[in-house]
C-alpha cells in the first residue's frame, strides 16, 4: 500500500534501553493516498513489527485513524480594465491561483 505519509515509531517498556530486546516494536503508519487522490477520507492503518516476539506480553488494540483530504483553495481574479466611452471594451483578462496535480485551466476571453 503505497504510503503518504509514514511515521516509525519505537515504544519502549519501562525501563528499557534502544539497545535492549524491547526496544525493537516499531509502529509504522500509512495510507492509501496520495498526492493526488479526490477530496474524502481514507484510513491510516497502524501495522507493528515485533521482530523480537514481545507482543505477546501484550494485548495489543490497534485503531485506523483518518486521513481528511480537504478541496484546495482556487482563486478566480478578474484584471481591472479601462476604456474611453463610446469604444468598444477590451480583452479582459485575469488569472486563476491554486490549480494543483498538474489540473488543466483554460482563461477564456
Do not use: E, H
Not at 7 to 36: C, E, F, H, M, W
Request: charged fraction near 10%; aromatic fraction near 4%; charge should be positive.
Amino acid at each position: 500500500m503505497p504510503a503518504v505519509s509514514t511515521v516509525i515509531q519505537t515504544r519502549l517498556s519501562p525501563g528499557s534501553s534502544p539497545g535492549s530486546r524491547t526496544a525493537n516494536i516499531t509502529a509504522t503508519y500509512a495510507s492509501i493516498a496520495d498526492p493526488t487522490s479526490p477530496v474524502g477520507f481514507y484510513a491510516i492503518i497502524p501495522t507493528l513489527a515485533d521482530p523480537n516476539g514481545r507482543l505477546s506480553n501484550y494485548t495489543v488494540t490497534s485503531n485506523n485513524g483518518v486521513l481528511t483530504i480537504d478541496p484546495a483553495p482556487l482563486s478566480v481574479v478578474a484584471a481591472d480594465a479601462t476604456r474611453q466611452t463610446g469604444t468598444a471594451n477590451p480583452v479582459f483578462t485575469g488569472s486563476i491561483l491554486g490549480i494543483k496535480n498538474a489540473d488543466k485551466a483554460l482563461a477564456l476571453r
